[in-house]
Protein backbone atom coordinates (compact mmCIF):
# COMPACT_ATOMS: atom_id res chain seq x y z
CA UNK A 1 0.00 0.00 0.00
CA UNK A 2 1.34 3.50 -0.41
CA UNK A 3 2.67 5.53 1.80
CA UNK A 4 0.19 7.88 3.86
CA UNK A 5 1.96 11.04 4.41
CA UNK A 6 0.25 12.86 7.77
CA UNK A 7 -0.42 17.10 7.72
CA UNK A 8 2.21 16.46 10.42
CA UNK A 9 4.90 15.40 8.11
CA UNK A 10 3.82 17.74 5.43
CA UNK A 11 4.02 20.80 7.73
CA UNK A 12 7.79 18.90 8.78
CA UNK A 13 9.05 19.64 5.16
CA UNK A 14 8.06 23.54 4.50
CA UNK A 15 11.55 24.64 3.94
CA UNK A 16 14.01 24.93 0.65
CA UNK A 17 15.95 22.00 1.53
CA UNK A 18 12.98 19.97 2.57
CA UNK A 19 9.98 20.38 0.63
CA UNK A 20 7.02 18.62 0.04
CA UNK A 21 3.59 19.71 -1.62
CA UNK A 22 0.37 18.45 -1.92
CA UNK A 23 -1.36 18.61 -5.54
CA UNK A 24 -4.38 16.79 -5.98
CA UNK A 25 -4.57 14.52 -2.72
CA UNK A 26 -0.53 13.21 -3.65
CA UNK A 27 2.77 14.38 -1.63
CA UNK A 28 5.59 15.11 -3.96
CA UNK A 29 9.14 15.56 -2.55
CA UNK A 30 10.40 19.04 -4.59
CA UNK A 31 13.52 19.29 -2.75
CA UNK A 32 15.49 18.58 -5.86
CA UNK A 33 13.20 19.98 -8.39
CA UNK A 34 12.66 23.63 -6.93
CA UNK A 35 15.57 25.14 -8.13
CA UNK A 36 14.74 23.88 -11.88
CA UNK A 37 11.44 24.76 -11.43
CA UNK A 38 10.86 27.13 -14.56
CA UNK A 39 8.06 29.32 -12.21
CA UNK A 40 11.17 30.01 -9.59
CA UNK A 41 11.40 28.63 -6.40
CA UNK A 42 8.97 30.83 -4.55
CA UNK A 43 6.04 30.36 -5.83
CA UNK A 44 6.86 26.33 -4.58
CA UNK A 45 7.81 27.56 -1.40
CA UNK A 46 4.81 29.86 -0.56
CA UNK A 47 2.54 26.62 -0.98
CA UNK A 48 4.00 25.08 1.69
CA UNK A 49 2.03 23.13 4.08
CA UNK A 50 -1.13 24.03 2.21
CA UNK A 51 -3.16 22.53 -0.94
CA UNK A 52 -1.43 23.32 -4.00
CA UNK A 53 -3.53 21.99 -5.84
CA UNK A 54 -5.44 25.27 -7.04
CA UNK A 55 -1.78 27.06 -7.29
CA UNK A 56 -0.75 23.83 -9.47
CA UNK A 57 -3.86 23.96 -11.63
CA UNK A 58 -3.96 28.00 -11.47
CA UNK A 59 -1.03 28.22 -14.11
CA UNK A 60 -2.06 25.61 -16.17
CA UNK A 61 1.26 23.78 -16.08
CA UNK A 62 1.67 21.46 -19.57
CA UNK A 63 1.42 17.87 -19.38
CA UNK A 64 4.74 17.79 -19.21
CA UNK A 65 4.84 19.57 -16.07
CA UNK A 66 2.70 17.12 -14.69
CA UNK A 67 4.86 13.98 -16.32
CA UNK A 68 7.18 15.42 -13.99
CA UNK A 69 5.11 14.96 -10.61
CA UNK A 70 5.28 10.73 -10.85
CA UNK A 71 9.09 10.32 -9.77
CA UNK A 72 8.71 12.93 -6.81
CA UNK A 73 5.95 11.36 -4.97
CA UNK A 74 5.94 10.47 -1.53
CA UNK A 75 2.48 8.93 -0.87
CA UNK A 76 -1.05 10.11 -0.52
CA UNK A 77 -1.93 11.98 2.06
CA UNK A 78 -4.19 11.68 4.66
CA UNK A 79 -7.81 12.32 4.01
CA UNK A 80 -8.80 12.18 7.81
CA UNK A 81 -8.59 15.03 9.90
CA UNK A 82 -6.14 16.83 7.04
CA UNK A 83 -5.37 20.36 7.21
CA UNK A 84 -8.25 21.46 9.94
CA UNK A 85 -9.26 25.30 9.93
CA UNK A 86 -9.41 24.09 13.86
CA UNK A 87 -6.97 21.97 15.32
CA UNK A 88 -9.93 21.71 18.46
CA UNK A 89 -12.23 19.53 16.21
CA UNK A 90 -12.38 16.22 16.57
CA UNK A 91 -10.32 13.89 14.27
CA UNK A 92 -12.51 12.99 10.92
CA UNK A 93 -14.78 15.83 11.65
CA UNK A 94 -12.07 18.66 9.96
CA UNK A 95 -13.05 20.32 7.01
CA UNK A 96 -10.02 20.46 4.00
CA UNK A 97 -8.29 22.85 3.02
CA UNK A 98 -9.99 23.46 -0.03
CA UNK A 99 -13.03 23.96 2.12
CA UNK A 100 -11.26 26.39 3.96
CA UNK A 101 -10.01 28.73 1.66
CA UNK A 102 -13.96 28.07 -0.01
CA UNK A 103 -14.96 29.40 3.47
CA UNK A 104 -12.25 32.53 3.72
CA UNK A 105 -12.90 33.97 -0.22
CA UNK A 106 -16.89 33.57 1.05
CA UNK A 107 -16.23 35.53 4.23
CA UNK A 108 -14.97 37.98 2.54
CA UNK A 109 -17.60 38.49 0.19
CA UNK A 110 -19.83 38.24 3.08
CA UNK A 111 -18.59 40.76 5.21
CA UNK A 112 -18.94 43.67 3.12
CA UNK A 113 -22.05 42.75 1.59
CA UNK A 114 -23.93 42.52 5.22
CA UNK A 115 -22.14 45.89 5.81
CA UNK A 116 -23.03 47.30 2.56
CA UNK A 117 -27.02 45.81 3.53
CA UNK A 118 -26.92 47.14 6.52
CA UNK A 119 -26.17 50.56 5.81
CA UNK A 120 -28.83 50.97 3.02
CA UNK A 121 -31.21 49.42 5.59
CA UNK A 122 -30.44 52.18 8.10
CA UNK A 123 -30.42 55.14 5.28
CA UNK A 124 -33.32 54.26 3.76
CA UNK A 125 -35.48 52.55 6.49
CA UNK A 126 -34.26 54.06 9.18
CA UNK A 127 -35.36 56.53 11.71
C1 LIG B 1 6.00 19.94 -8.07
C2 LIG B 1 5.15 20.65 -8.67
C3 LIG B 1 5.46 21.46 -9.91
C4 LIG B 1 6.04 21.09 -11.08
C5 LIG B 1 6.55 19.71 -11.46
C6 LIG B 1 6.08 22.26 -11.92
C7 LIG B 1 6.63 22.31 -13.19
C8 LIG B 1 6.61 23.39 -14.01
C9 LIG B 1 7.05 23.41 -15.38
C10 LIG B 1 7.65 22.23 -16.13
C11 LIG B 1 6.85 24.65 -15.87
C12 LIG B 1 7.14 25.14 -17.30
C13 LIG B 1 5.83 25.39 -18.05
C14 LIG B 1 5.02 24.12 -18.21
O1 LIG B 1 5.59 23.12 -18.70
O2 LIG B 1 3.83 24.12 -17.84
C15 LIG B 1 6.29 25.43 -14.79
C16 LIG B 1 5.95 26.76 -14.89
C17 LIG B 1 5.39 27.50 -13.87
N1 LIG B 1 5.04 27.06 -12.63
FE1 LIG B 1 5.30 25.18 -11.94
N2 LIG B 1 5.53 23.32 -11.25
C18 LIG B 1 5.14 22.85 -10.01
C19 LIG B 1 4.51 23.56 -9.02
C20 LIG B 1 4.14 24.87 -9.10
C21 LIG B 1 3.43 25.58 -8.08
C22 LIG B 1 2.95 25.00 -6.74
C23 LIG B 1 3.28 26.82 -8.52
C24 LIG B 1 2.58 27.87 -7.72
C25 LIG B 1 2.03 28.91 -8.17
C26 LIG B 1 3.89 26.93 -9.84
C27 LIG B 1 3.98 28.04 -10.64
C28 LIG B 1 4.50 28.10 -11.92
C29 LIG B 1 4.52 29.28 -12.74
C30 LIG B 1 4.02 30.66 -12.34
C31 LIG B 1 5.07 28.91 -13.96
C32 LIG B 1 5.23 29.80 -15.19
C33 LIG B 1 6.62 30.26 -15.35
C34 LIG B 1 6.75 31.10 -16.60
O3 LIG B 1 6.19 30.72 -17.61
O4 LIG B 1 7.44 32.11 -16.52
N3 LIG B 1 4.41 25.70 -10.16
N4 LIG B 1 6.14 24.65 -13.67
Redesign the pocket.
Given at each position: MAKVVTYEELKAHSTKDNLY?L?HGEV?D?TK?IDE????DD??L??AGKD?TQ??E?????D???D??PP?LVGSFEKEGALKISDTKAPGSGASVSDAVEQGSNLMYFIPLTLLGAYFAWRFYGA
Open positions: VIYVFHPGGVIAEAAFDVGHSEARLLL
